[in-house]
């Protein structure tokens, strides 16, 4: 007799972790870790000294916050920066920059939607997020979801960066399974990052073959005027 699989809250919340670890290791190009422990919490909140909060809803709705210490935040922002290129004279130093706040809300976008891609693929399921809002901050600020949500849940798990800098992941969601009732094959996982090299690849051969084309005729028409 086949056992019945139920994925549970729990397993989402892990999920989640292992987004934001992949994530952020690959865009920083160093190590990041999540503690193999989850801790229950009251509720949800932004704290300082830098808060990152996005909202979800579909399949089941609820709320990421990730909040860093201002070492942290600067650490993420500036490997993130060297590993794209940018010489380190040119980078922030202080985590309340405008481009600190550009960089954690891209980087949190990528987390969240590299977790609904794995809730699609493992739960047969889709969720939706609004745009990430950041903001540095020097007080809590309490932070609930706005939704019909009966039985809300939340937890904390903790984050450490290379430089051992520390990070906090908070989820508030509604209590939830999913029991699976026939077999299916996940879907391969999407590389976006394969795929723009890709498509990349494909336009600058277009256009070597349109550059040799355009030489072609170009030497054809001189030959044309010259009566060869």
């Known amino acids: 007799m086949r056992k019945t699989k139920i994925v549970t809250s ?18 920083t190009d160093s190590s990041v870790h999540h503690s193999a422990m989850v801790q229950k919490i009251t509720k949800t909140s932004l704290k300082p000294d830098f ?3 996005v909202l979800f ?4 709705s609820g709320l990421v916050v990730i909040n860093f ?8 922002y500036q490997k993130y920066m060297s590993h794209m290129g940018i010489p380190q004279e040119e980078l922030a130093t202080l985590h309340t920059s405008d481009e600190v706040a550009d960089v954690l ?7 969240v939607g590299d977790f609904t891609g794995k809730v699609k ?16 901050i020097n007080k809590n ?15 904390r798990v903790s984050f450490s960066t290379e430089d051992n800098n520390i990070f906090y992941l908070e989820l508030s969601m509604e209590r939830t399974e999913f029991i699976q009732l026939e077999e299916f094959e ?13 498509e990349t690849a494909s336009k600058l051969e277009s256009s070597k073959k349109k550059s040799k084309a355009n030489a072609a005729e170009e030497a054809n028409s001189l030959m044309d005027d010259l009566g060869i």
Request: aromatic content about 2%.
């Open 141 to 155: 600020i309490n932070v609930t979801v706005d939704s019909n949500i009966e039985r809300p849940q939340a937890r």
């Open 121 to 136: 693929r493992s739960l047969q399921t889709n969720i939706t997020q609004n745009q990430p809002k950041m903001m540095a």
């Open 10 to 27: 729990e397993d989402i919340l892990l999920k989640l972790c292992q987004s934001v670890t992949a994530v952020l290791t690959k865009a």
């Open 186 to 198: 996940e879907g391969d996982e999407i590389n976006p990052d394969e795929i723009l090299e890709k």
């Open 69 to 76: 210490e201002a070492k942290a935040a600067l650490e993420l």
């Open 57 to 60: 809803d579909g399949g089941f």
């Open 51 to 53: 808060g990152c909060f």
């Open 105 to 111: 809300g891209e980087l949190m976008n990528q987390i």
